[in-house]
């Protein structure tokens, strides 16, 4: 079983920065393919960016891969997200989550992932 537990939210002003940090337990780590999700008010939960077990192959959602990017340090047993320009429509709570297995299509899908941490809010003002 895998614990994951975000932290880096807070709030910040348009175009500032932040770096998320998703910190898992356990010693095998490495062998999840992990993935970053939020979910704003009223809205359904959104795909941002997955990484795979060594970190090779990132796989971000179209309208994120310009501003965000995603890293793993399989040694700290952390994912990171970094994220530039940040916008008040990335306005919401994040979320990192771990999969045994995913197929380059999966990455997307919620349901494919295992384990959820409880997420970090974020709030960009305008």
């Known amino acids: 079983q895998v614990q994951l537990v975000e932290s880096g939210g807070g709030l910040v002003q348009a175009g500032d920065s932040l770096r998320l940090s998703c910190a898992a337990s356990?010693?095998?780590?490495?062998?999840?393919?992990m993935g970053w999700f939020r979910q704003a008010p009223g809205k359904e939960r959104e795909f941002v960016v997955g990484i795979s077990q060594i970190g090779g192959r990132t796989y971000y959602a179209d309208s994120m891969k310009d501003r965000f990017s995603c890293s793993r340090d399989n040694a700290k047993n952390t994912v990171y997200l970094q994220m530039n320009s940040l916008k008040p429509e990335d306005t919401a709570v994040y979320y990192c989550?771990?999969?045994?297995?995913?197929?380059?299509?999966?990455?997307?899908?919620?349901?494919?992932?295992?384990?959820w941490g409880q997420g970090t809010q974020v709030t960009v003002s305008s």
């Open positions: 989550a771990a999969a045994r297995s995913l197929g380059s299509g999966d990455y997307g899908l919620a349901g494919r992932y295992e384990y």
């Open positions: 356990g010693r095998t780590f490495s062998s999840y393919a």
